[in-house]
């Protein structure tokens, strides 16, 4: 009696899993969402001050950095990094938060969590400090706007590298970095209160970085 022929299996063409924002940018965003709740509702609970305070105290201020007085000691140094979770309004935040997310989701695919969280403080620090730097007396800075710059940065020179080494046409990129460069001096030109020297400082940051982790390979 012939035995029954085993057929083979042909196992299911496996779609890549969406990437999921890391846990550490998840805290960024509901932390920026949430100071910026409080700030827009303080007026109706009778806190009307709770934004110029909030702006006192965690914005960036270009005279502080060297041998400014704070109102607190340290406010020198925490203002690096407490200015990127506090924003001039809804708009402002919306803005800054879809970015992140949008830019964010595509760069931990290239370099993984720990890398975009490094990305990020950095440019976050560049850019204050290239602020200071061309404003030394302007004040207040507030706005996670560098740090995005900063990945869209990394983006760009990580991927620059790679479509380099894989022989594959630029121009996708240059359109990329193009439409960036454009929305940046459109927003400038629309909203002059842009810190535009933060984008600078935050995305050229991002960009050393990104072409440094695409030179050297994740272990």
């Given at each position: 009696?012939?035995?029954?022929?085993?057929?083979?299996?042909?196992?299911a063409?496996?779609?890549?899993?969406?990437a999921v924002?890391?846990?550490?940018l998840?805290?960024?965003?509901?932390?920026?969402?949430m100071?910026?709740?409080?700030?827009?509702?303080?007026?109706?609970?009778?806190?009307?001050?709770?934004?110029?305070?909030?702006?006192?105290?965690?914005?960036?201020?270009?005279?502080?950095?060297?041998?400014?007085?704070?109102?607190?000691?340290?406010?020198?140094?925490?203002?690096?990094?407490?200015?990127?979770?506090?924003?001039?309004?809804?708009?402002?935040?919306?803005?800054?938060?879809?970015s992140?997310?949008?830019?964010?989701?595509e760069?931990?695919?290239?370099?993984?969590s720990?890398?975009?969280?490094?990305?990020?403080?950095?440019?976050?620090?560049?850019?204050?400090?290239?602020?200071?730097?061309?404003?030394?007396?302007?004040?207040?800075?507030?706005?996670?706007s560098?740090?995005?710059?900063?990945?869209?940065?990394a983006?760009?020179?990580?991927?620059?590298?790679?479509?380099?080494?894989?022989?594959?046409?630029?121009?996708?990129?240059?359109?990329?970095?193009?439409?960036?460069?454009?929305?940046?001096?459109?927003?400038?030109?629309?909203?002059?209160?842009?810190?535009?020297?933060?984008?600078?400082?935050?995305?050229?940051?991002?960009?050393?970085?990104?072409l440094?982790?695409?030179?050297?390979?994740r272990?």
């Amino acid at each position: 009696m012939d035995r029954p022929v085993a057929i083979p299996r042909v196992a299911a063409a496996r779609r890549p899993e969406p990437a999921v924002l890391p846990l550490w940018l998840r805290t960024v965003i509901i932390a920026c969402c949430m100071i910026e709740a409080f700030c827009f509702a303080a007026p109706m609970l009778g806190l009307g001050s709770a934004r110029t305070a909030s702006v006192m105290l965690g914005g960036f201020w270009a005279p502080l950095v060297g041998d400014g007085v704070g109102l607190y000691p340290g406010q020198g140094v925490a203002m690096f990094l407490t200015y990127g979770l506090l924003h001039s309004g809804p708009l402002h935040l919306a803005m800054n938060m879809i970015s992140l997310a949008a830019v964010g989701r595509e760069l931990v695919r290239m370099i993984g969590s720990a890398r975009m969280a490094l990305t990020y403080l950095l440019s976050q620090i560049a850019a204050g400090m290239v602020f200071a730097w061309m404003e030394p007396d302007a004040g207040p800075m507030v706005g996670a706007s560098g740090a995005v710059f900063g990945l869209a940065g990394a983006l760009v020179g990580y991927a620059a590298i790679t479509l380099r080494r894989r022989h594959r046409p630029m121009t996708p990129l240059v359109r990329a970095v193009a439409l960036i460069l454009g929305l940046n001096v459109a927003l400038t030109l629309l909203m002059p209160s842009i810190a535009w020297q933060a984008h600078l400082g935050g995305g050229v940051a991002g960009l050393v970085l990104g072409l440094i982790f695409a030179l050297i390979p994740r272990r």
